[in-house]
Every structure is written in structure tokens, then in C-alpha cells.
Nanobody, 115 residues
Framework: QVQLVESGGGLVQAGGSLRLSCAAS????????MGWFRQAPGKQRELVAT???????NYADSVKGRFTISRDNTKNTVYLQMNSLKPEDTAVYYC?????????WGQGTQVTVSS
């Protein structure tokens, strides 16, 4: 059973930075894409950023220019570098690693940005 373990969340002041990590407990074969989602209280989960197997990236307009998604295949890990954080970025962040057959999800990590 593969599990994705997230880390790096926490409490920061507006304008600060955090780096989220999402590591697979075992190597997953056939990864097509990795992504980060977030869910704020009372809201639906939304896509934040994705990176394909070919390295193409895509970002939500709300985070473009501030967040950077990257991956380290050797460590089976996907990262989300978050800079210039805003209070509206406060949410639980979930990572996802996808194959053609399954989606694997992290447990979520809380990011709180104070004013």
C-alpha cells in the first residue's frame, strides 16, 4: 500500500514563505502527473498547481508568480514552494500523484497565513 506523506505546513505571517513536501512511501510506477490542491474551511477543494511527467507546469491564477511546483523523482517527492503568502492562501493543502489507473492522495497539511 502506497502512502503519500506531506510535511512543511505551519503558521506564517503574510509575505512569508513555506515549502511543502509530499513523499511516497514507496516508488509509484507510471506517474503521469503530480499536483497540489487546497481546501479552505467551507469551500470546495481547488487545484493549485500541477506538473506532468514531461515537466510541464500549470498554476491557478491566484498563485501564479508566487508558487512553484517541482519534483524529485529520485526521492519520489513533489514540492510546492510558496512565496509572498497571503491570508487567503490559508487552507489544508493536499498533494496528489496520479497514474493512468489510480490517484494517490496525501493526508493534508495545514497552512495558516496571518495578517
Amino acid at each position: 500500500q502506497v502512502q503519500l506523506v506531506e510535511s512543511g505546513g505551519g503558521l506564517v505571517q503574510a509575505g512569508g514563505s513555506l515549502r511543502l513536501s509530499c513523499a511516497a512511501s514507496r516508488r509509484i510506477l507510471g506517474i503521469n502527473a503530480m499536483g497540489w490542491f487546497r481546501q479552505a474551511p467551507g469551500k470546495q477543494r481547488e487545484l493549485v498547481a500541477t506538473i506532468t511527467t514531461g515537466g510541464s507546469t500549470n498554476y491557478a491564477d491566484s498563485v501564479k508568480g508566487r508558487f512553484t511546483i517541482s519534483r524529485d523523482n529520485t526521492k519520489n517527492t513533489v514540492y510546492l514552494q510558496m512565496n509572498s503568502l497571503k491570508p487567503e492562501d490559508t487552507a489544508v493543502y493536499y498533494c496528489r500523484q496520479s497514474t493512468s489507473l489510480y490517484d494517490f492522495w496525501g493526508q493534508g497539511t495545514q497552512v495558516t497565513v496571518s495578517s
